[in-house]
């Protein structure tokens, strides 16, 4: 039985040029009309997604930051989590940021340590842009994510150091092979989800899920009938064999696979 859907945006919901089509707007507003709760769960910072669902034209809970932050559909925050101050000032040094682009998301605010053009063609729809800022000199306070940049290998690096430095005292996952996302140790869209679900009064069994990469793992993993992107992470494929896979993102596959849960004419 199939009763709420939660799903990732990029490599997901959306298509090759990080915007919703039509269609797939269409299939949401749908089942919205049929009294389906939707659920948004993104690395995305929260002002981005909350444009990215206006130009959906649905009403969804929106998990951002990876888990970080959950708000309703008025925008009411229900949940936030951010990482201890002492540590993202530690992070924003050299011996982590060098050679990365480096972005920290706060409430209201998307800092970088340099512009990063490619990062803007990723926000056509909500228009959301950061602010260039000097990130070894911030505070750490208020900080959902940090975000690194950069190539793989790189990251890698970046990644091994983290752990090095502070053990499990942070969740550390990908959105994408070059982007390295740093939370608070609780948080995970998986964990998010559950609140969200909770509040609904809804069992994660009748969850249905959508995602690609590395940071959808929890999610996945934990809702009733998950489904994994054709152009899915490779390690995600490997972590979750059971989990099927529907097409690419590029065809629109999450909005062809609900109408046809949902039984309805494409």
């Not at 201890?84 to 972005?103: C, D, H, K, L, T």
């Not at 430095?165 to 942070?170: E, K, Y």
């Not at 064999?241 to 909005?255: M, R, S, Y």
Request: hydrophobic letters at 45%; charged letters at 20%.
């Amino acid at each position: 039985m199939y009763q709420v859907i939660a799903s990732d945006l990029d490599g997901t919901l959306l298509d090759g040029d990080h915007t919703a089509s039509a269609f797939t707007a269409q299939t949401l507003q749908t089942l919205q009309a049929r009294g389906i709760p939707l659920i948004i769960a993104t690395g995305r910072h929260y002002c981005d997604v909350r444009g990215i669902r206006a130009a959906l034209g649905i009403r969804a809970h929106l998990i951002t930051s990876n888990g970080a932050r959950i708000h309703d559909p008025d925008n009411q925050l229900m949940y936030a989590r951010n990482i201890a101050p002492a540590i993202v000032r530690e992070m924003m040094q050299p011996e982590f940021s060098e050679g990365a682009s480096v972005n920290l998301y706060l409430d209201e605010e998307w800092l970088i340590g340099a512009p990063n053009e490619r990062l803007m063609d990723m926000h056509k729809d909500s228009g959301f842009t950061y602010r260039v800022d000097d990130l070894p000199k911030h505070s750490g306070e208020g900080v959902a994510k940090v975000l690194y940049i950069a190539e793989p290998a790189h990251l890698a690096k970046i990644e091994a150091r983290l752990y090095e430095r502070f053990g499990h005292g942070l969740y550390i996952t990908y959105s994408l092979p070059d982007c390295l996302e740093i939370m608070a140790p609780t948080v995970s869209k998986g964990h998010a989800l559950q609140v969200v679900l909770d509040s609904l009064q809804l069992p994660m069994a009748h969850c249905v899920a959508f995602g690609d990469g590395l940071n959808d793992l929890d999610m996945l993993g934990t809702a009733g009938h998950p489904f994994m992107m054709a152009n899915a992470n490779a390690k995600l494929v490997a972590l979750l064999p059971e989990v099927p896979q529907i097409g690419l993102n590029t065809d629109a596959a999450v909005a062809l696979k609900l109408r046809e849960l949902f039984k309805f004419d494409q």
